[in-house]
């Protein structure tokens, strides 16, 4: 019994890194969003999966949230401001996609190893979600570090998210998780940032940051 | 009684100095003379000369200041006090502890320092000249006589002129010190006296003078205390190279007349001898240009640091 | 939730968290700016009054909220730097206003976010709850975000930009930490909102499992530091002090920095007391050392006087953050008074610098020249202000650092030189600036400013007292605070 | 009951200063702030004087509650300190007194009068303070408020130059004192210097204490290579407070040095000296070599302050030796010498900073080559100059010979140290001490020679007044004392027996109980110097001669044109000028230590041009230390400089760096630890 939810926990959860690591492989544009989508959808079943499993109600919500605004919204909004701007189609690399994805693997190895090493107290369900989950942050932050344009770098951060809320579900009992979910990810991720992407549309030509970065407050 | 006694003899050097003065750079000129196959002028010439220029009348620059009028007198008064301390016939006269040889040194620093400022005061460029190599000599001239007073100083344990004489007296030896500073210190009396191979006394033509050149302003009774000034200075070298190195002849510190009076005839001879020394050496070299004498200057404080180096060494044997 | 709300019939306490946040909503409705203004101060002196009323009827500590001597500090610290702020504000703002760069609309928005600002800030002092804590630092991070980007110029939302998304970054990773925290204190005190309670925590932190605290502590140094601005994490801080509004600058430097350094000393206190866990200090030591000597170096080709100034802040944190890895009695109270001191001579400093760029129009070093000449009080109060920001006595700052260095000196020698050559490096900058800034044949543009001096002399004359002597309650408290940190 | 009147003047020169900032701009108000200093100061003296004549052994003490909260600000006031104020506030009140006068050409009075009795509070202070802290923010707040003076007229360049060098110096001192501390006071933090006096610090620390005093009272002292500020800063004051900075801070610096090797880290080892001395013998001539160079008064003055100190720094390095060695009375001679130069050089120097800050209100120029003939206008400014300047050339019978003689006589005396590394040591520093003292004398010759004598080299010079009669008093009033510390220095050194007992459990021999009011070092036989008699000789010798003379000589005297051998110059640009007159002792020295180039551009025969001559000198000191650490500083700042300009995502990478890094070092150290 216990194992077989033990099983699929790690199943959606391992799943996450996967679509992680998917999110890191992904050139286009668009395939990155349904990949995001992906991502926000698996991260959903999760918290749902969690919900269900510690019998905590609440935890419906974060679960919903993930489903509807981060697999369903934040995509097709995404969608429409690549095409509105004019955004171009393809992700700029900075490093190749061949050494992000090794790169990649090496982070997992160890957050793998720091933390079932360091949780080893803790019960093994939440052990391996919080590895998961330490994995799917650095990914997330790989990705935005090795991207050049916005768009995947919002949508690292929203990956990064993704991460901590399936570690905030996974640790059980937690309070705070709902609201923390909503403020962290309808506020921050969107709210904001659409703000300023709008802004920054009605400055310049391209949310590209590169393009951002030319206005320097101090260049000579 | 004793303080009187002590107090005649004090004046006694005091006066001996003033008068033998202008007889040494007498009698140095004749030897000279007669080293160079002329006849000279007499022995008592310099006193004439100093009368003579007593009687004349000043001639003073427009421009010059109280410090040109009072110069010479601060000059001659201050080396004549070095002068007058320095033991000629007898050690541990009343006031030998006066000033001991840093002293005696600073002493003739001082009359340097106004002869230096009195050059330049009325504004020409040879009075300029003079001082400003004079001075140049002197940065070299005054630690290099500085290193044979430590040189002195370390081996008879005091300053006190007297006292290193008669430790000279009693406990003479050859040392390798010695020898060093007394070159060295023969090196510095040519230099502080304007002595050729550094200057040349006789010398009026412009450029190369330095001595004559801070005088050149002067005349009558000023030039006159001058050249007396200048006369004391060769007497004090002289006499300070015998007090040092032959100390033999003096009287101790309390003696009778009779000791007094050998003191004297040996002091007399003493510096009879160096006068002779000095004009042999004078006829025997040519005068160096300006900026050799630095060179020359350097040897001397060279052999007087390492005469003092020796001594510091040595002393832990 | 009833707890939550159960905290509010304190008094003191609660009416330090609600007069900020009523007053933001009230504000974000009133259309005067003249009105908004005043009442922007007289909220400030009020929440001023209530923290300081604190000292004396201290609460018991609730489940969410709660003070004690630590952070009690800090709260008297930030409502009095908000409260001399918002008088200067008042009178800077208006000058904006005047010339143009803002519109009333705008105005209305800024003093809201002010209050929200307040609202922010006080209750992640006040938090006992570390997931409360870390949501109000949030929500105060947020609000600077908007703030800085209030002028709308390219730098200012470049700079609003930058600071927004490296911020979140430091919000996720800060967040992670506090779950492991969580995650570490579960199998001690059971499940529930009992183990976020810092008082709790504390208590119990000597079973907790040291490994996840250590990698907690990883994410949270990260975290927080992003927001204290410790170097390599700093790139946020110059361009949102320099391109913001300068009441921003000086509450940014003078106390969103602190807030996010008090959490982090929460935490560091969490790892002292596990006897398993990794020793906080060498970290703490290596980044404010690094963060001291790298702004140091950074002071020296800055061309925008209050970028100037935030570099400054960098090189200040790093010294403070390197007193408290230090630790001990004297390390911790010198880490303490110093970020006292920072506070308040560097939000003197931006309120002098306010009042200089918009007398000169330009916030550009090469343009200004002089000012002693030019606008004597300025210039004058500008000298003071960085003759203390240096760490010359006799202000307070002297005092610090003086215990900073001579108790590292004793113990870690070469740790205490690389400070002094940090301090002495940023020295020669600061100096060097000033020297061009405030002497010299006047400079650019000499118009007359229009400023409240009160607030900047206020703050420069506490410092100076602060330096020569400080009262022993004062001493007493910070003496038990710096017990506490162990 | 002195300290506390000490520490009262302290508080009403505090008090002075926030009147001097309230009331600068009206009129009068220099007279009233530097009349409340002078008074002020000469209470401070007379306290300082009781304590040091008639104090009892046991020094009073006072702790304030202020400062550091758990140690108070603790104020002592034992012998050492006692001399030390007594320098302090002779200057002060001389300085005061002459900026009665001075101060009223001030043009930007509101930049100097708030400072000047902070920064004498300061200084009082410093001397005064008995635990770290109240030491260092005494010394740091003198340096600040010094370093305000200096940037009383910031609208010349070089003055903000000179400011930014002088307090990034000053402060690079105090964080070498800041670290001395910290050793001494160890990691419990016992700051009281009772507490430090009482635990010995080990060998080791008290090896890098050296060290760090070295650097930190050497910096402010000006003792090479730490001097380049000196230079800079001294001059760029106003006169009064140039006085103050060169004779009296620098005695504070000093006392600094003192104060904690002497007194609070304990007995030395044998080896101290030797770096002391060396630094010590390289001032003196370095500081002289570049005085008799500078063509600016001040300037030169300024370096020969550093050439001063060199020459108090000798004497305490030989007193360190000595006391190493068990040799009470030698080092007693030692230590006396050098607290005597500390006292003469604060009054000469103080004298003749005065006596530029006359010429320079007289004829607003500070360079000498547009100076010139200034003794027929000023002659009574000219008097008092000379007289300096006799004094700081150590020429008998005034006071800075006796102080040069004691040093030398303690040099005569280190043959009987054991150690062989200072037997070899002390012959050089010997040479370089008589090497700076002709020096001196040929760069006071030519100060004064060039100012005051000579023809007027501008029309400024040529028109020049002499100064108000504050000044003048000032002036006559510091000469009478070069004199009269010359011709009876026993007294001085009676005075100072308490002190030197205090710092090498001995002192020189009483030497009141001398015939003849002479002195006597160590016993008779070995030296002796009599100023009275010497001065007397003189005087009778020199009043002989005149009187003889003009009774026998010619009494006429004509005024003519000057000879000049015959080809008189009415142009007084054919004077020897500043920069001709130090021409032979550069081609002497320069071209080693200054690596001076002359370049002579001779046109050729039949072109009109006019022939130029170039000299280039580099200070060696600046080229090879600072220079290239400026240099690095800025490279690095240069090259640090673009993390200002990274990409949002260059910056966010440097946060994943840290982060993957630390998280491996965890891992690591996990494996490590199970």
Known sequence: MNGFYLDVAHMLAGGMVLVSFMLLYQDRMFALLNVFALHAIVLSASVAWQAFIQHAPHLYVPAAIALVLKGIIIPVALHRVVIRLGIHREIETVVGIGPTLLLGVALVALSMVVMLKAAETADPLAREDLAFALSILLLGLLMMVTRRNAVSQIVGFMSIENGLILAATAARGMPLVVEISVAFSVLVAFIVIGVFLFRIRERFDSVDLQALDEFRGERR | MVLILGLIAQGVQMMLVLVLAPLLLGYTRKLRAHLLRRRGPPILQPYRDLLRLIRKEVVLAENASWLFRSGPYMIFAATWVAAALIPTFATRLQFSWTADLIAITALIGSSRFFLALVGMDVGTSFGGIGSSREMMFASLAEPAMMMIVFTLALLAGSTELSVVAEFMQTNASLRVSLGLALIALIIVALAENARIPVDNPATHLELTMVHEAMMLEYSGRHLAVLELASALKLLLYLSLIACIFIPWGMAPAGSGPAAYGTGLASYLAKIGVGGFLLVVFETSIAKMRVFRVPDFLGIALMLGLLGMLLLFVSRSF | ??????????????????????????????????????????????????????????????????????????????????????????????????????????????????????????????????????????????????????????????????????????????????????????????????????????????????????????????????????????????????????????????????????????????????????????????????????????????????????????????????????????????GLLHMVMHSLTKSAIFFAVGHIAQAKGTQKIAEMGGLTETNPVLGWGLVLGVVAIAGLPPLGIFMSEFLVVTSTFARQPALAILLVFGLLVGFGALFLRLNSIAFGEPRGASAEATASYVPMFAHLALVFAAGIYLPPQLVIWFQNVAKLLG | MPLVIALSCVAALIGTACLGVAISRTRGAGAIIYGLCLLTSLVALAAALTQLMGGTSVPAAVTLPLGLPWLGANFRLDMLAAFFLVVVNLGAAAASLYAIGYGRHEEAPERVLPFYPAFLAGMNLVLLADDAFSFLVSWEFMSLSSWALVMAHHRVRDNVHAGYVYLVMASFGTLALLLTYGLLAGSDGSYAFAAIRADHASAETAAVVLFLVLIGA??????????????????????????????????????????????????????????????????????????????????????????????????????????????????????????????????????????????????????????????????????????????????????????????????????????????????????????????????????????????????????????????????????????????????????????????????????????WLSIVPIAESRSSYNGLLVFAFITVSTLAAVEIIHRFASRAVRRGPAWDCGFPDPSPATQYTAGSFAQPIRRVFGEVVFLARERVDMPPPGDLRAARLTVTLRDLVWDVIYAPVGGAIWFAAEHLSHLQFLTIRKYLSLVFALLVFLLFFLMLAMLVWS
């Open chain 3, 1 to 334: 939730m009833n707890g939550f709300l159960a905290q509010f019939t304190f008094e003191p306490l609660t009416a330090v968290l609600i007069i900020p946040a009523a007053t933001a909503g009230l504000l974000a409705l009133l259309p005067s700016y003249w009105a908004a203004a005043r009442l922007n101060v007289l909220a400030t002196f009020l929440t001023l009054i209530a923290a300081v009323s604190l000292l004396f009827s201290r609460p018991p500590a609730g489940g969410y909220l709660f003070v004690d001597d630590l952070n009690n500090v800090f709260i008297v610290l930030t409502t009095f730097v908000a409260f001399t702020t918002s008088v200067f504000s008042a009178s800077y703002i208006g000058h904006e206003l005047e010339i143009g760069r803002l519109t009333p609309l705008h105005l209305r928005f800024y003093h809201a976010m002010y209050q929200t600002l307040m609202f922010a800030m006080n209750l992640g002092l006040t938090a006992n709850n570390i997931g409360l804590m870390w949501v109000a630092i949030e929500l105060a991070t947020l609000t600077t975000v908007l703030m800085v980007g209030i002028y709308r110029t390219h730098e200012a939302l470049e700079a609003a930009w930058k600071y927004f998304i490296l911020g979140s970054v430091g919000i996720a990773l800060a967040l992670f930490g506090t779950i492991l925290v969580y995650m570490a204190a579960r199998p001690v005190i059971g499940e529930g909102a009992d183990a976020m309670v810092w008082t709790t925590l504390i208590d119990n932190a000597s079973s907790f499992s040291p490994e996840l605290l250590n990698i907690a502590f990883v994410f949270l140094l990260l975290g927080y530091g992003t927001k204290v601005g410790l170097a390599p994490l700093h790139a946020w801080l110059p361009d949102a002090h320099a391109e913001g509004p300068t009441p921003i600058s000086a509450v940014l430097s003078g106390l969103l920095l602190n807030v996010a350094l008090y959490a982090l000393l929460r935490f560091k206190m969490l790892l002292a007391v596990n006897p398993g866990a990794l020793a906080p200090g060498p970290l703490m030591i290596t980044l404010g050392l690094l963060s001291l000597i790298f702004a140091a170096f950074m002071l020296y080709r800055r061309r925008d006087i209050k970028r100037m100034f935030a570099y400054s802040s960098i090189e200040h944190m790093g010294i403070i953050v390197f007193a408290f890895g230090m630790g001990g009695p004297l390390a911790n109270f010198a």
């Open chain 4, 218 to 515: 050497g910096s402010k002292a000006g003792l090479v290579p730490l001097h380049v500020w000196l230079p800079l800063a001294h001059p760029a004051a106003p006169s009064h407070v140039s006085a103050l900075m060169s004779g009296v801070m620098t005695k504070v610096a000093v006392y600094g040095f003192i104060r904690i090797v002497f007194d609070l880290s304990g007995p030395p080892a044998w080896w101290w000296s030797v770096p002391v001395l060396l630094l010590s013998g390289a001032t003196a001539v370095m500081g002289m070599l570049s005085a008799v160079l500078q063509g600016d008064l001040k300037k030169l003055l300024a370096y020969s302050t550093i050439e001063n100190v060199g020459i108090v720094f000798v004497g305490l390095g030989l007193a360190l030796a000595f006391k190493a060695n068990a040799m009470p009375a030698a080092a007693a001679v030692a230590m006396t010498a050098a607290l005597f130069h500390v006292l003469n050089h604060s009054i000469f120097k103080s004298l003749l900073f005065f006596g530029s800050g006359a010429v320079l209100t007289a004829t607003g120029q500070r360079d000498m080559e547009h100076l010139g003939g200034l003794i027929h206008r000023m002659p009574l400014t000219a008097f008092t100059f000379l007289v300096g300047c006799m004094a700081i050339s150590a020429l008998p019978p005034l006071n800075g010979f006796v102080s040069e003689w004691l040093t030398f006589q303690a040099i005569l005396l280190s043959p009987e140290v054991p150690s062989w590394g200072i037997k070899l040591i002390v012959p050089a520093v010997g040479a370089m001490l008589a090497l700076s003292a002709a020096l001196a004398a040929a760069c006071f010759v030519k100060a004064f020679g060039v100012t005051f004598l000579g023809r007027p080299r501008s029309t400024m010079a040529a028109e020049a007044q002499e100064v108000d009669r504050w000044s003048l008093a000032a002036m006559f009033i510091f000469a009478s004392l070069c004199l009269l510390i010359g011709i009876i220095p026993g007294p001085v050194i009676d005075t100072l027996a308490p002190v030197v007992n205090a710092l090498v459990a001995e002192h020189m021999p009483v030497q009141a109980a001398d015939p």
